[in-house]
């Protein structure tokens, strides 16, 4: 690249208009306009050519892919906060920065969070498909129709206290639940005392006493399976367990068995394992509400994610860094 030709910026999925409108104004940008996912064949060819990479978080940027970029690539600006899909290492090791959009969905997937939170003890979503489905058992209201339970004076454990699961505890104060957490480290105090939270150091003793779940960590090494087999069945029968963060954080096929035998009282799910494939076991449960990745899914929120990538494109190429550069030790 001259210094008279624009950076060749290579976007793997639709974004919204005006961020696309404002990429193809200030690079050569090449977008992808009916949406359809790269194959690994077509990332392989993007990263050899492109001066800046636009991935989302389901195109896999792995070792394979990645080693053989080209050496114009020096910048991945991902549209997204998690970057689980790109190999952090080995992009360190071949000189390419990456960054993300974080903090800008925090509230739209805490709204979400709390909205599974209240849709799956109140059977919300059961409700509104029986009455579509011109259900003949409905003659009208009843006194013991379709009894959900209350959440007011229940505890809610969140894993992951960073800033959504901090976001999903004010609203769950709100809604006069009692906030329970476990986190890699402990809030300080200040926070603690204005969610008025309680820390747990062991998640197992934190599972074992909590009568809602909600799932707000990344997906890391770490964390993959963190809600294993033996940790989920450490959960109360009457229990529900809430996931808007990643699907890989909890082992689903046991999650799925365990509400088929009704050894847990339902789930909200955002995300899944091995999306877009869903375990058939949750769908056809009546206890479990199932939604396609749409905890992030806001117009204002997408908007503000392609402002994001944007100023750390336009950033790194007037030679500084990033302000959302990620260090593997991130994540």
Same mark, same amino acid.
């Given at each position: 690249?001259?210094?008279?030709?624009?950076? %060749?910026?290579?976007?793997?999925?639709?974004?919204?208009?005006?961020?696309?409108? $404002? /990429? $193809?104004? +200030?690079?050569?940008?090449? /977008?992808?306009?009916?949406?359809?996912?790269?194959?690994?064949?077509?990332?392989?060819?993007?990263?050899?050519?492109? =001066?800046? %990479?636009?991935?989302?978080?389901? =195109?896999?940027?792995?070792?394979?892919?990645? #080693?053989?970029?080209?050496?114009?690539?020096?910048?991945?600006?991902?549209?997204?906060?998690?970057?689980?899909?790109?190999?952090?290492?080995?992009?360190?090791?071949?000189?390419?920065?990456?960054?993300?959009?974080?903090?800008?969905?925090?509230?739209? !997937?805490? =709204?979400?969070?709390?909205?599974?939170?209240?849709?799956?003890?109140?059977?919300?979503?059961?409700?509104?498909?029986?009455?579509? #489905?011109?259900?003949?058992?409905?003659?009208?209201?009843?006194?013991?129709?379709? +009894?959900?339970?209350?959440?007011?004076?229940?505890?809610?454990?969140?894993?992951?206290?960073?800033?959504?699961?901090?976001?999903?505890?004010?609203?769950?104060?709100?809604?006069?639940?009692?906030?329970?957490?476990?986190?890699?480290?402990?809030?300080?105090?200040?926070?603690?005392?204005? /969610?008025?939270?309680?820390?747990?150091?062991? +998640?197992?003793?934190? /599972?074992?006493?909590?009568?809602?779940?909600?799932?707000?960590?990344? &997906?890391?090494?770490?964390?993959?399976?963190?809600? #294993?087999?033996?940790?989920?069945?450490?959960?109360?029968? #009457?229990?529900?367990?809430?996931?808007?963060?990643?699907?890989?954080?909890? =082992?689903?096929?046991?999650?799925?068995?365990?509400?088929?035998?009704?050894?847990?009282?339902?789930?909200?799910?955002?995300?899944?394992? &091995?999306?877009?494939?869903?375990?058939?076991?949750?769908?056809?449960?009546?206890?479990?509400?199932?939604?396609?990745?749409?905890?992030?899914? !806001?117009?204002?929120? $997408?908007?503000?994610?392609?402002?994001?990538?944007?100023?750390?494109?336009?950033?790194?190429?007037?030679?500084?860094?990033?302000?959302?550069?990620?260090?593997?030790?991130?994540?």
């Amino acid at each position: 690249m001259t210094g008279a030709e624009r950076p %060749l910026v290579i976007v793997t999925r639709k974004l919204p208009e005006v961020v696309e409108t $404002r /990429l $193809r104004e +200030l690079f050569d940008a090449r /977008l992808n306009l009916d949406d359809t996912p790269l194959s690994r064949e077509q990332l392989v060819e993007a990263v050899k050519t492109a =001066d800046v %990479l636009v991935p989302t978080v389901t =195109d896999r940027i792995d070792r394979s892919v990645l #080693s053989q970029a080209g050496p114009q690539l020096k910048l991945i600006a991902q549209f997204g906060t998690g970057v689980d899909n790109i190999d952090l290492e080995t992009a360190r090791n071949r000189s390419i920065i990456v960054t993300n959009t974080p903090g800008v969905l925090t509230e739209d !997937t805490a =709204d979400m969070t709390m909205a599974l939170i209240l849709a799956v003890p109140r059977r919300l979503a059961e409700g509104a498909s029986l009455l579509k #489905s011109g259900d003949s058992q409905w003659h009208g209201w009843s006194p013991t129709w379709m +009894l959900g339970h209350r959440i007011y004076g229940k505890r809610l454990g969140i894993v992951g206290m960073g800033r959504i699961g901090q976001a999903v505890a004010r609203r769950a104060r709100a809604f006069g639940l009692q906030v329970h957490y476990h986190n890699r480290r402990r809030v300080s105090p200040e926070v603690e005392k204005a /969610l008025e939270a309680t820390y747990w150091d062991s +998640l197992d003793q934190m /599972l074992a006493r909590m009568d809602i779940i909600s799932i707000n960590c990344p &997906h890391t090494p770490a964390t993959y399976h963190l809600l #294993s087999a033996r940790r989920l069945a450490l959960m109360k029968p #009457s229990a529900y367990i809430v996931n808007t963060a990643r699907g890989e954080v909890i =082992d689903e096929n046991a999650l799925a068995r365990m509400i088929e035998n009704d050894e847990l009282g339902g789930a909200g799910l955002d995300v899944f394992e &091995h999306e877009p494939a869903v375990n058939p076991k949750l769908l056809k449960s009546d206890k479990v509400v199932v939604l396609p990745h749409m905890g992030s899914a !806001t117009l204002e929120g $997408r908007i503000d994610m392609g402002e994001k990538v944007i100023i750390n494109i336009k950033t790194f190429l007037d030679g500084h860094a990033p302000p959302d550069r990620v260090h593997p030790a991130m994540f």
